[in-house]
């Protein structure tokens, strides 16, 4: 059953915007806390922002003052902007439901591939 579904990966240009989305069951966006999170090539996985319900925010410093995380809970959907693209944003981004308590991830999607022209 999938919980956590991601969309809006594609080519991108440095120096350009990218505009993530992740659509979840209505039980996982009331009760646990968003984030993204993204992997590139080689990589380990890294943290990139999250939303709680209050909703507060935090964002990883590679993409702070770059990136905007919101949530529509009309749509029970989370999204990620990111500006002002550099090649290291090249990643598979995914998203992942956390537990509002000890903040440990329960869900994940099954990622969304962003790929810049160099």
């Known amino acids: 059953q999938v919980q956590l579904v991601e969309s809006g990966g594609g080519l991108v240009q440095p120096g350009g915007s990218l505009r993530l989305s992740c659509a979840a069951s209505r039980t996982i966006f009331e009760f646990y806390y968003m984030a993204w999170y993204r992997q590139a090539p080689g990589k380990q996985c890294e943290w990139v922002a999250t939303?709680?319900?209050?909703?507060?925010?935090s964002h990883a410093e590679s993409v702070r003052g770059r990136s905007v995380i919101s949530r529509d809970n009309t749509k029970n959907t989370m999204n990620l902007r990111l500006d002002n693209l550099k090649h290291e944003d090249t990643a598979c981004y995914y998203c992942?439901?956390?537990?509002?308590?000890?903040?440990?991830?329960?869900?994940w999607g099954q990622g969304t591939r962003v790929t810049d022209y160099a």
């Open positions: 939303i709680t319900n209050a909703p507060t925010v």
């Open positions: 992942a439901a956390k537990g509002p308590q000890l903040g440990e991830i329960k869900f």
